[in-house]
Nanobody
Framework: VQLVESGGGLVQAGGSLRLSCAAS????????MGWFRQAPGKERAFVAG????????AYADSVKGRFTISRDNAKNTVYLQMNSLKLEDTAVYYC???????????WGQGTQVTVSS
């Protein structure tokens, strides 16, 4: 599975961005999808996840109520809508895919999100 993220950029605090992750190489609907992020000097951390059927999602406490993960299996794409962005959301955001119960196996190259004051 190949994953390509897009949609990152520079945004002011309080603003919004929508990240996209396009998948190819296998049946997208077989995979649970997730978003992770890595800030400078910190370890990669879970942000949000969604089941293959999109009937279940999970979020890190730090983004609950601000971020929304969704997927379009017809377009082989997963999204992360990010609202009310904060300075601490600045990080490289990675898309990941895996078939439960196995851990995420495939990763994108990442897209930079920078939130400015």
């Amino acid at each position: 599975v190949q994953l390509v993220e897009s949609g990152g950029g520079l945004v002011q605090a309080g603003g919004s961005l929508r990240l996209s992750c396009a998948a190819s190489g296998d049946t997208f609907s077989n995979y649970g999808m997730g978003w992770f992020r890595q800030a400078p000097g910190k370890e990669r951390a879970f942000v949000a996840g969604i089941r293959w059927s999109a009937d279940s999602t999970a979020y890190a406490d730090s983004v609950k109520g601000r971020f929304t993960i969704s997927r379009d299996n017809a377009k082989n794409t997963v999204y992360l809508q990010m609202n009310s962005l904060k300075l601490e959301d600045t990080a490289v955001y990675y898309c990941a895919a895996g078939i439960p119960p196995n851990p995420y196996e495939y990763w994108g190259q990442g897209t930079q999100v920078t939130v400015s004051s």
